[in-house]
Nanobody
């Protein structure tokens, strides 16, 4: 399974970005797709995830601001990020797992990441 992220960039605080994660190399897309992020000098942290059935998980710091979605299991997974804050600045990674979880060590497949920078 290959995962390719896109959509990162620079934006001012309060702005929006939409990240995309395209998956390939599988007969059936992995059950659970998620976004993680890592800022310089900080540990990787979970952001949000979505299962094939559309059920979602979010970390508390992004609830109400970020929305993870998919049109169907064959199309990219999106992360709509609104009301962005400087503390959202990080490299954002897409990952795939066979179970519904936001525990990073349960994810086997990872993308290369896309940078998000939010200025104050």
């Amino acid at each position: 399974v290959q995962l390719v992220e896109s959509g990162g960039g620079s934006v001012q605080a309060g702005g929006s970005l939409r990240l995309s994660c395209a998956a390939s190399g599988y007969l059936l897309r992995p059950y659970f797709m998620a976004w993680f992020r890592q800022a310089p000098g900080k540990e990787r942290e979970e952001v949000a995830g979505i299962a094939r059935d559309g059920s979602t998980l979010y970390t508390d710091s992004v609830k109400g601001r970020f929305t993870i979605s998919q049109s169907d299991s064959k199309n990219p997974v999106y992360l709509q990020m609104d009301s962005l804050k400087p503390e959202d600045t990080a490299m954002y990674y897409c990952a795939a797992s066979g179970i519904k979880t936001l525990t990073a060590n349960q994810f086997v497949y990872w993308g290369q990441g896309t940078q998000v920078t939010v200025s104050s």
